[in-house]
């Protein structure tokens, strides 16, 4: 089992930015991919940004260029530094890791943007 801790989210005025962090425990040696998804009020959750082990990134389409998703492998620590936020990426931020025997989820952390 792998559990996630995130932390970093926050209020924050539209153009602004916030860093998320996510520290995974447990049984870290079987994490293949990282990454973060997010769910906005309303809507179903989505997938930010995610990276695995050798490095390889995929964002998705709304925040390409304006966040980037960054992995310590020796700390075992995923980030998501988010520039130039708007009104529409206010949501749950939640922590994701795929491994050998299954996935975790962090507990979310709330990011939003105001107008």
């Known amino acids: 089992q792998v559990q996630l801790v995130e932390s970093g989210g926050g209020l924050v005025q539209a153009g602004g930015s916030l860093r998320l962090s996510c520290a995974a425990s447990?049984?870290?040696?079987?994490?293949?991919?990282m990454g973060w998804y997010r769910q906005a009020p309303g809507k179903q959750r989505e997938l930010v940004a995610t990276?695995?082990?050798?490095?390889?990134?995929n964002y998705a389409g709304s925040v390409k260029g304006r966040f980037t998703i960054s992995r310590d492998n020796a700390k075992d620590t995923v980030f998501l530094q988010m520039n130039s936020l708007k009104p529409e990426d206010t949501a749950v931020y939640y922590c994701?890791?795929?491994?050998?025997?299954?996935?975790?989820w962090g507990q979310g952390t709330q990011v939003t943007v105001s107008s």
């Open positions: 994701y890791a795929a491994y050998i025997t299954g996935s975790s």
């Open positions: 447990g049984s870290i040696f079987s994490i293949n991919a």
């Open positions: 990276v695995n082990r050798g490095g390889s990134t």
